[in-house]
């Protein structure tokens, strides 16, 4: 016998996620919990792997096992596929390993043709449900199955309005509803060139295989790579027998979560719609009522509900997030899952559970996604700016933080505008998947329909986005690129500001400030830091940066970039005149211009850092980045610098360069222009011994970038010992500083050991070694890229998640190399990569001394680091 | 006691190179010999690198040393420093571990005052002599040590000739050498400020030190460079006494060799010059006779040079390059060396060596420098072109080969003209070792004056360019940037045609062809090919190509460029159209334009190859670098295509890329259009079945280029192997064919074991590979590597000479890869190292099965392959 492809919710458990997915195994844990479940099964995770290496083909034999499977629901629902007298109706729903909520797609009401609907119509004895429940099964199964639009339905709906004089889909009959199916059938028909199948077998094959199919919709791909999810993993489907919350007034629907997921407060939420099917709540189109008030409509299954919510939270030991149905009065759990939450909510309620007894530290800080901290650090309102802003409008609190942002209606114009430079806040009636890639590259997000768990409400929270959801107050005129809220006109590029945690909107732009960091935050953050072996160092270049990142709790700083300094509009100048210069004299004239400025930064950055250590990186872009590339620029750079202009065109295009990247940079600047690493390392010196006498405790590390030889570094080495020791010496004073490296090349990374002879510590550049490794340039590599994440050749992006198998095995041959030849050099890591959770725990792995990233990805990184101690424990 | 630096000739010997450097070894192997060598010392190469290890100071320990080794030589010679009844008088001379003819410099006559000066002319009775001998020494001393030009002193000469009335210096009398003397010391003192050094020992220090220094001359570290010297080996300092060829008519010097060095015939080749001294004939000065007239002139002297020079080529086992001085009748020696020699001399004479019983073939082939044959497969003058060319001048025929090209009179404007591409002859009226770029630069080199063995001629001969040298036809204005040939003025920029096979100059381009390889060279490479193991193929992308290299031993084409064939006049406009299409449909439309071009292109390779292995490769350079960039090209280009000339330019800048060699190119240009990797496998299978049906049998080898991770390599490869297929099912045939890749990023490098799995070959394109791990663009590189040689960080060029502690690296960690998935992988390289001899041993060490090059080196690889193969034995 072959492999079993097919799993009733009785033979599983919820340890079995791989092979059942997230919602089939919770579905068979509920069942083994004795809870209210509809029955089904689960087609497993494996077969849509088998589907997929079979050539998008459904074996013979999986057919064969799941009609067997049919056959034994029948059997538990004493129901039956195809019979009008007492019909099996189910859902079929995706369900993959990781939550990928409304990624892929779902198909409820499957088994109705036209006998079964009017059985189905006799049994229930109401036939505008059972008609209104075909309908909606031949639109869904239409969509999903076949690929015609939903809207191509709608209209027919609106048709059908227009003939009847109606307004609202309720105020339809039955006969309508009838009416309807026979139309959309037809339609169908039409379009297909086939008959609507009235198999439900045949049915039940097809919706198989579309949601298998549905894995690889774009939509999915995009999602799996934003989280990380291998596509490999395949869906599993889940086949469940189906109950109506759209029976009357003693049925409905609802979403609950046991904790609030915005605070994290310990209190039931969430909301329920009478008289309504799942699909309803999630798509915002009927406003719902908070949950609490089921408790008066129907006592019994509120206190029912309650009961399971309660054991289901200590039976998973975190917060779940369920969906249920009430049939004619009776309870159904149709999912549970644990809770997407705010960032904040996700710390208060690790630590709650902590102090409740129901987790470790341990167990609370492996809970926590890292890059959920993120939106906690991300800015709120200026409270005096707030006080004569112009609010217009409330909405809900959907996902908190404050953002403001030119309007755009369509996720295709938020994302090109963001990709010109905007901030943008994306502005839609309702969100749905297709938005994703605007929703990621706005600010905030404001939706005039829906409620907390509205997509728009959950995925803006997953993303860390602010998001004002269900703002009734504005008038979409999406096609004239407008929206009118109460008596004011927003046109598209207008700015507003809308806050996510008030669920208050704005017009006009308004000031935001830094988030403050402490309580819940503070402690966890505390048991991370105990916990962790990876020092947390941030990547700095200004007084103004230290500052934020020894807030953020950086223990260093791991990346000054010195070149950042010289863009300052009294600095460019100097730097240009320095650039232009024929001989070492007007260079060193000019350089020694820009020597007291850079002390100067120097001197603020070692004071806010207070002793601990500072890594500075001499000069490292092209020269040419410094000079004007428009032809007025460069007039206008002549005649300010006294130079003919004709030579300093010839001067400027002397400096291009084919390929930059590759180009004259990093210590090649050094190796011909000594003079330059001269100045850096004198303002350096100078500085640390200036902030020294004032008694902070200063050991300046300078580092020299791109190094591809030993030999390189022996010369700028050596340019930089003679000029400090000459500072330190006529100082009359002593300072202690050291001189390592950044390995960002892959000659650098292989020939380590003969480099680290030299170099007192190695920084590690990923983002460079990510390009030279790969042969990608990042300026352009977005292009094809795209290509590479459709035809599954990359599943994520190699600059954001560290490629263990290529780039990391050259820094891990480096770190070793480097410690053959040098037991106790210090290695760290400064590209992007280092505030990436999985990335931090590879440098954990391999034994890395600390990480430096942006400070707003300290606290990330501290808590990655902190996970990666505990899972190698 | 410290260790000893300095050696008596007697206390050294011949296979102390290392140590003496090449002059001094032989000195003290001939003075073991029982030859008449006047005796000397010689400081080590050891103390040169010392000198340099104390920043630039000689020690007092080695001043000691040497002073003692001056008393010993006083002692041997019965001589003494200083004295002027009886002084010792030395040479200086710089004698490197390789010979660097030219390069550094010497001092004569060293140990001369006012006294000794005074004193010699007495004890020799010839006043003229002995004061020549003091103002020449001055001279040399001024600018050796103290870097006043030569020049300076010239005019001081030509003015006291002026005052004399006379034209030649010979007509200058013992007093007026004792005047110029006089004037040159006066000379020395105005411009250094202090009198010219009188105390012998103190000269000699400072000769000592000034050739230690001249070891880092910008001639002496170009010369290393060109020749993979290291600049650590540094330079011995012979210091030897002086003997005298101008000390009358029964004196006199010269130099000679035992084989003709151009075209290896078995005969004393050589010149003397009667009462000269050394320097004399190897600066060109005076003319000189062959060394048989020296027969009937000294016939004591010349048979005893002749009875040496057979010892010494017996001795030495090789050809012999020697110099000897007469001082009144007897015979000294004064160097012996294996000679420099052209590369047809330098086969024959390996070839007659072996047939003479003197070497094994082995050593045979490890003495010819695989580099040198390139010279060999250069063009001749066609024979019919050479019919109605016009001849104006003859000169000597001191390098053979032929060439044409532009004049230029100075070595600077050659090496300009060559950069703009144009062709160049350079013309001087002798050439000095500052003209060493000029050189490289030039087609051929055409001189005035000078012999055989002029610099011009040595130098020439040593880099395969063709040289007419001692062309007294030509009256030079090099100010005036032209010449006058008998009465032709021939003004910088007009062509001229010179062959140094024969030493005629033809005004005009005189047509070339190709040389012809038979005879020596044939046996010779018989020998080679018997001995390796490596396989040779060559880079050629067209039938032409492809028939070069099988005429030069090509065992295969290693790499044929597809896209060379597109940028032919009637491709590039299918090639365009291709590019600018908006969708599948339209690109597949102009790629079936471009079919059935590279399928003839294929199918002429195939029968030229004639069932030799041909490799592939797809299209590689981004589509940008196929559309015009110029405004009215542009306009033309969209005209043509009847497309918006708005939407070609924003095609265009679509396509602009910051980093194009890290752009969309190789694979990626196949991922994200596929259609094209169909296209070209398309036309590489139906011209493979095309040129089978006539019998020839062909295995198509179809290389990915840029692949840095396994799943690009399985996503193209399916698409090639489904085209492949299907062309080959339907054609109802069957053919074989391989499917591999290019190794060239250092990603696919460090994952080969995962890429060998799908690749069932490699090729190494260390071209790319060398920039990638370096990070150096080689388009850009040029500007900073000259900064990394001028500070010794770099010693030779990474792109001509594969750098082995990196590159090579990753070449060896993937070939070991690559070996352990697939056992029976093909390793070959095809990057330009394949054809450098360094790279072709590291090739062969490491196991790889092939190497390719261009077929002008293919000769050279497969001697290359032959001498890795005899050593590694």
Redesign the interface.
Known sequence: MGKKFVYLFSEGNGSMKELLGGKGANLAEMTNLGMPVPQGFTVTTEACVKYYEDGEKLSDELRDEIIQYVKALEKITEKSFGCPKNPLLVSVRSGARASMPGMMDTILNLGLNDEVAEGLAKLVGNERFAYDSYRRFIQMFSDVVMEIPKSNFEKLIDELKKEKGVNLDTELGAEDMKALAARFKDYYKKTKGTSFPTDPTEQLIEAVKAVFRSWNNPRAIVYRRMNDIPSSWGTAVNVQSMVYGNMGNTSGTGVAFTRDPSTGEKRLYGEFLMNAQGEDVVAGIRTPQPISALEQVMPEAYNSFVDISQKLEKHYRDMQDMEFTIENGKLYMLQTRNGKRTAAADLKIAVDLVEEGMLTTDEALLKVEPKQLDSLLHPQFDPASLKTANKIAKGLNASPGAAYGKVYFTAEDAKSAAARGEKVVLVRLETSPEDIEGMVAAEGILTVRGGMTSHAAVVARGMGRCCVAGCGDIAMHEEGKYCIVKDVRINEGDFISIDGSTGYVYLGAVKTVEASISGYFELFMKWADEKRVLKVRANADSPKDAKQAVRFGAEGIGLCRTEHMFFEADRIAAMREMIVSDTIEQRVKALDKLLPMQRGDFEGIFTEMNGLPVTIRLLDPPLHEFLPTADDEINALAAEMKIDVIKLREKIASLH????????RGC?LA??FPEIARMQTRAIIEAALNVKAKGINVIPEIMIP?I??V??LK?VKSVIKQTADDVITSSSSSLEYKIGTMI????AA??AD?IAAEAEFFSFGTN?LT???????R???G??LE??YD????ESDPFARL?R???G??VKIAANAGKSTRPDIKLGICGEHGGDPSSVEFCHEIGLSYVSCSPFRVPIARLAAAQAAIKQR
């Open positions: 360069e084919f390929n930059p990247m590759m180009g004259h090649r190796v011909s791109l591809c030889d030999n390189e010369y960002e090349i892959p000659r292989i020939t003969e460079d390009q030279m490794t790969f042969g990608f340039s300026d352009d590599a292009k094809f290509d590479y035809k599954k050749i990359f490629d198998n290529g780039v095995k050259l």
